[in-house]
C-alpha cells in the first residue's frame, strides 16, 4: 500500500491553463504539506496543513489553491499557469514533528 | 530562514567518511536530515529534537548544537548506496519549517 500518493505523476499543459494535483495519505497523519523542488533542487514549502486548517501559507502567487477536504486529501490547484510553475511539486505528510512521508512528485511542465 | 548546506558537492570513493554541516540563522527546535536519490523523493534519515542529541542509524549519524543553531550529518565508510542529495530540514520556534539548500554526494568505487 502507498503511503502518500500524488496523482498525476507528470503534466505537461500550455501556458494560461488551469490543472489541478491531487495528494492522498492513508498514514493517518494530521498534517499534510505541498512542496516545490525547482531545476536547482531547492525544496520549497508552500503550504501546510494541520487536521484540515491552513498552518503555513509561504509568499506564493495567489494563483496556486490548496484545498483539503478531509484530513486524507491535500489538492493543489493552479490557476493561469506560467513557465516559471515547471518544477517538480511533492505533496508530504507527518505526525506532528515527526518524519515527513512524500508522494513520489509529480513533475509539471508548462509549455 | 532557510539553513545553509556545506559543502554544496562532495564526491568520495568508498569507505571514505564525510560531514554535512547545516546552519541557521534562527533559533531552532528540531533538525531532520533526509536523502533524496535522483528522481525520487526525499526520504527521511533522522530527527534531532534536542540541543546536544546525537543520533546514528548504521554508518549514518547526526549532531544537533542547539546554540551554535547547526547539525552535521556524519557518514562514515560510504557505500555506493549513500549517493544522492542530502537536505537538513529546520524547524525554528516560530514554527516555521524550512528545507537546507543540499548537499550532493557521489559515492564513486
Known amino acids: 500500500d502507498t503511503a502518500v500518493s500524488q496523482t498525476p505523476k507528470y503534466l505537461v499543459t500550455q501556458m494560461g491553463n488551469d490543472k489541478s494535483i491531487k495528494c492522498e495519505q492513508n498514514?493517518?497523519?494530521?498534517?499534510m504539506y505541498w512542496y516545490k523542488q525547482d531545476s536547482k533542487k531547492f525544496l520549497k514549502i508552500m503550504f501546510s496543513?494541520?487536521?484540515?486548517?491552513?498552518?503555513i501559507n509561504e509568499t506564493v502567487p495567489n494563483r496556486f489553491s490548496p484545498k483539503s477536504p478531509d484530513k486524507a486529501h491535500l489538492n493543489l490547484h493552479i490557476n493561469s499557469l506560467e513557465l516559471g510553475d515547471s518544477a517538480v511539486y511533492f505533496c508530504?505528510?507527518?505526525?506532528?514533528?515527526?518524519?515527513?512521508?512524500f508522494g513520489q512528485g509529480t513533475r509539471l511542465t508548462v509549455v | 530562514q532557510q539553513p545553509v548546506q556545506s559543502p554544496q558537492a562532495v564526491i568520495l570513493r568508498e569507505g571514505e567518511d564525510a560531514v554535512i554541516n547545516c546552519s541557521s540563522s534562527k533559533a531552532l527546535y528540531s533538525v531532520h536530515w533526509y536523502r533524496q536519490k535522483h528522481g525520487e523523493a526525499p526520504v527521511f534519515l533522522m530527527i534531532?529534537?534536542?540541543?546536544?542529541e546525537q543520533k546514528g542509524h548504521e554508518k549514518i549519524s547526526a549532531s544537533f548544537n542547539e546554540k551554535k543553531q547547526q547539525s552535521s550529518l556524519y557518514l562514515t565508510a560510504s557505500q555506493l548506496s549513500y549517493s544522492g542529495t542530502y537536505f537538513c530540514g529546520t524547524e525554528e520556534k516560530s514554527n516555521q519549517f524550512y528545507f537546507g539548500t543540499g548537499t550532493s554526494l557521489t559515492v564513486i568505487p
Open positions: 508530504a505528510s507527518s505526525q506532528g514533528p515527526r518524519e515527513a512521508f
Open positions: 498514514l493517518g497523519h494530521d498534517t
Open positions: 534531532l529534537l534536542k540541543g546536544g
Open positions: 496543513y494541520n487536521n484540515k486548517e491552513l498552518i
